[in-house]
Structures are given as structure tokens and as C-alpha cells.
């Protein structure tokens, strides 16, 4: 599906990482205890499409989580 040393500048999360595994399995039906938020990214893959549009994404700086 994507050629060797392939290089995509789009920006992705990782909730999209199981809609797409899904797709690429070819499993449509199926069901999850929680609503499934992400959402493929097989047309970044095939470069006919992006899914990163209307996604705001929000950091917190700094991330102190102890010592």
C-alpha cells in the first residue's frame, strides 16, 4: 500500500490507530464498550485523503509529573 521511505507531513493521534487497524483487518461490524473516537488513517496511507482536518489538538507545558 505504501512504497519504501515514504515520507507523509500530516499529523496524527494514536486514538487513530484502532479504526485503522479495524479497516485494514476489513472488520465492519463490530462493537466496543466505549464510543470509538478516532478515525482511520488509511486514506493518509493511499495519499487520497487526510484525517487530521477539524482536529484541534491542545498540549500542556510544561508536563510535571514528579520527581
Given at each position: 500500500?505504501?512504497k519504501p521511505n515514504t515520507i507523509c507531513?500530516?499529523?496524527?493521534?494514536?486514538?487513530?490507530?484502532?479504526?485503522?487497524?479495524?479497516?485494514?483487518?476489513?472488520?465492519?461490524?463490530?462493537?466496543?464498550?466505549?464510543?470509538?473516537?478516532?478515525?482511520?488513517?488509511?486514506?493518509?496511507?493511499?495519499?487520497?485523503?487526510?484525517?487530521?482536518?477539524?482536529?484541534?489538538?491542545?498540549?500542556?507545558?510544561?508536563?510535571?509529573?514528579?520527581s
Amino acid at each position: 500500500m505504501v512504497k519504501p521511505n515514504t515520507i507523509c507531513g500530516d499529523y496524527l493521534i494514536i486514538k487513530d490507530f484502532y479504526p485503522t487497524i479495524l479497516e485494514k483487518a476489513c472488520i465492519k461490524d463490530y462493537q466496543t464498550v466505549q464510543q470509538v473516537d478516532g478515525k482511520s488513517f488509511v486514506p493518509m496511507l493511499k495519499k487520497i485523503g487526510v484525517t487530521a482536518e477539524n482536529l484541534d489538538l491542545f498540549w500542556h507545558f510544561p508536563n510535571n509529573w514528579g520527581s
